[in-house]
């Protein structure tokens, strides 16, 4: 090491040659942020993109121990499967998601209790013995319909009447008016399924409850934006959608409701005026969505033009709601006050859901087991089902239960493959259920992405393309928790800077005597790196793996240039793969996965200048994130020089007086910015992100919607 700072500032000036050139000037457009150094960043602020949670899940009182399972809300990446590592029945352990993620869901044994529990003051706790079970978080919270739910027509105050033919299943019913030309006893030829109630107790009772019903769809707020009063050719999301006129589905149109993969999805149209349909138009619904959870409120009088295809609640408060010849209903319709009409339509009530699914781990065969139930009365058509495991189908199948008849599809696992189930169900909605990690003991999962400044201590272009990797880590441990190895899978994919640098990670809960052995690592340079015969480097108290010493030599380039893979002109070098093993001493102190927290304390760094001219260069010019301490082998002269403000005293590391990084960490893939374009010009919401303390735009790297990024600044692979 040097131990004078002017030494250290000769070097620097000796580095910098050899780094990537900087221009002087960039013409950009003219914005509030013209750089990363106009930013005015909150003193706190950890430029962390993830979150680490204490997690306290008492399990179920009964039974075996079985693996808990925690994921994202809707299951398809896993975040922990895993047991109590102290013997009791209470998982304790830590978990690091994105920041961005606002919702959990958590399962035990994999099977039927599934819950989804809120984020909040960095911890995550449920209890499975005293929780309420909630399969999903509804996009809109449930909606009862009470005595409604039995009714395809009803109207409080008024007649109601069918021309022709129609083909009618639920009850008719009104609490003052005629019922005619619906078969039996209200005369014509229709075919009804259901029962006809006229002035009694039922229709009494439901009065309150299509009040209630009114009342509540009314209270409801919009939550997506204002739409033109005409639905035409086009696909909705599930939320509350509010018109201040009258509205309408354009003729021969389709409109598509796409539930999103959830089936308690809710869709409400508040629609101040009349509503109406013009001939042969269409609703769909996909991805899950339900009639059952589809409502139309309108303040005038609702009329279906003849060949209409319709899809849920209809309500007219107050007016008369009409469907004309050859129109199709999955739903109701119903009236505060109005005449309810049909000729020769085809109607039925939206069947409740009538299957449940689940799925757990075999107990004894290396088996994922997805149970299909019918919970309702005999079905009378065959439903569907779709098994795929890694987004692949591998089958699929037909299915017909009689009441309380079970269905088990099987299908042989291994770890960390994921399996998902979905079924069509008679109401015509779809279930599906993800699992993931039978067959072996669990695994755990955790990555991002690295992007390195190579000027340190000085400030340079803010490309952040110096050195770009991603990383992935794949934790093995038993069913005590106690971590047997690690897979640590590199991926270089660009470096910016002539430099020649490396890369390695510390993993500061570790000490060195936990591991036996690290394998894979690609460092031919022992003039300045001394890596033990376990694979870790020696003279560090902190279990430290350099993984590779210089990105060059890893990854020649083939495109020309300064480096690899940072202008979108030059040709495209392939990103560079390296896998390192990490066994853990099975005869020493058990290092339990809540102990490593490996999400919260991993320390990766570039080493700068580990080549220069040809010949080994110096091993102490590390590159950290912000406020990770560097290793022991670091050269802490570098501290305080040229723009860097790091402070032991006051628990400081690796930020300019500014508060500006050198490396940024992202919980997910980043796609990099080409040579010379500021970080700021490419992802348009790093800046309000980073201002605001990471509390608004958390998802600024991996969100692709218009106002996100500019992608003219984002290196394209080809």
């Not at 441990?477 to 106690?482: F, G, T, V």
């Not at 040709?571 to 809540?594: A, C, H, K, L, W």
Request: with cysteine; aromatic share 10%.
């Amino acid at each position: 090491m040097k131990n004078s700072k002017i030494i250290i500032l000769l070097l620097l000036v000796t580095t910098m040659f050899h780094s990537c050139i900087k221009p002087e000037f960039i013409d950009l457009p003219e914005s509030a942020i013209e750089s990363i150094n106009d930013l005015i960043i909150p003193a706190d602020f950890d430029w962390k993109t993830n979150q680490t949670l204490a997690v306290s899940v008492v399990l179920p009182n009964d039974g075996d121990i079985k693996p808990l399972t925690i994921t994202n809300s809707d299951g398809t990446i896993k975040y922990f499967r895993g047991y109590p590592d102290d013997g009791s029945r209470i998982v304790n352990t830590k978990i690091t998601v994105p920041s961005y993620i606002k919702e959990l869901k958590i399962s035990y044994d994999s099977a039927n209790e599934s819950n989804v529990d809120l984020i909040s003051n960095s911890s995550l706790s449920y209890d499975f013995n005293t929780s309420n079970k909630s399969a999903r978080k509804n996009t809109v919270s449930a909606i009862d319909l009470g005595l409604i739910a039995n009714f395809t027509l009803y109207t409080v105050e008024g007649a109601v009447a069918n021309t022709g033919q129609s083909d009618i299943t639920g009850d008719i019913g009104t609490n003052n008016g005629a019922i005619t030309g619906y078969g039996g006893d209200t005369g014509g030829i229709t075919v009804h399924n259901g029962d006809v109630h006229n002035s009694n107790s039922i229709t009494q009772d439901a009065i309150a409850d299509l009040s209630a019903l009114v009342t509540l769809l009314t209270n409801r707020g919009a939550t997506k934006p204002a739409h033109a009063p005409a639905f035409g050719n086009e696909t909705l999301f599930p939320g509350v959608y509010e018109f201040g006129g009258a509205a309408s589905i354009t003729t021969a149109t389709t409109l598509i409701l796409d539930g999103e993969d959830n089936p308690n999805a809710v869709f409400i149209f508040k629609v101040a005026g009349a509503f109406t349909t013009g001939a042969n138009a269409t609703v769909v619904l996909i991805n899950g969505a339900s009639q059952e959870n589809v409502f139309w409120l309108s303040g005038g009088a609702i009329a279906l033009a003849a060949g209409t295809t319709m899809i849920g609640n209809l309500i007219s408060n107050p007016g008369a709601v009409s469907m004309a010849a050859g129109g199709k209903l999955n739903g109701r319709m119903l009236s505060t006050t109005g005449a309810v009409s049909t000729d020769q339509v085809t109607f039925f009530i939206p069947e409740q859901n009538s299957v449940e699914l689940i799925s757990k781990c075999d107990d004894v065969n290396p088996d994922v087991i997805f149970t299909i139930t019918n919970i309702g009365s005999d079905m009378t058509t065959d439903q569907v089902y779709t098994l795929f495991k890694n987004n692949e189908q591998v089958d699929n199948g037909t299915y017909q239960l009689d009441a309380d008849e079970t269905l088990e599809v099987i299908s042989a696992a291994i770890t960390d493959e994921v399996f998902k189930l979905v079924v069509t169900t008679p109401n015509g909605g779809t279930l599906e259920e993800t699992i993931q990690g039978c067959g072996d003991f669990p695994s755990e999962q955790y990555g991002g992405s690295l992007a390195f400044e190579d000027l340190y201590p000085a400030m340079g272009d803010a490309d952040f393309n110096d050195l770009v990797l991603d990383y992935d880590f794949k934790i093995v441990k038993d069913n005590q928790e106690i971590v047997q190895s690690i897979t640590a899978t590199i991926l270089i994919k660009a470096f910016g800077a002539s430099t020649r640098s490396g890369f390695g990670f510390t993993l500061p809960t570790v000490d060195p005597s936990a591991i036996t052995s690290v394998t894979g690592y690609d460092v031919t340079n022992s003039t300045v790196f001394n890596i033990g015969n376990n694979g870790l480097e020696i003279g560090q108290n902190k279990a430290t793996i350099i993984v590779f010493d210089d990105a060059f030599r890893v990854m020649p380039t083939t495109g020309g240039g300064t480096g690899a893979n940072t202008e979108n002109a030059r040709g495209y070098t392939q990103p560079r793969t390296i896998v390192v093993e990490i066994d853990f001493n099975e005869s020493g102190v058990p290092m339990t996965f809540s102990d490593l927290n490996i999400g919260a304390t991993f320390n990766p760094f570039m080493i700068v200048g580990t080549t220069v001219d040809g010949v080994p260069g110096t091993r102490g010019r590390e590159i950290h994130l912000p406020q990770n301490k560097p290793s022991d082998l670091f050269d802490s002269a570098y501290f305080q020089q040229l723009n860097d403000d790091s402070s032991v005293a006051n628990n400081k590391y690796f930020l300019s007086a500014d508060n500006l990084p050198w490396a940024i960490h992202t919980a997910g893939k980043f796609d990099w910015v080409i040579e010379f374009e500021d970080i700021t010009k490419a992802y348009l919401k790093f800046g309000s992100w980073a201002e605001s303390n990471g509390n608004i735009d958390a998802a600024w790297y991996n969100d692709k919607s218009n106002g996100f990024r500019a992608n003219g600044l984002i290196f394209v692979p080809n």
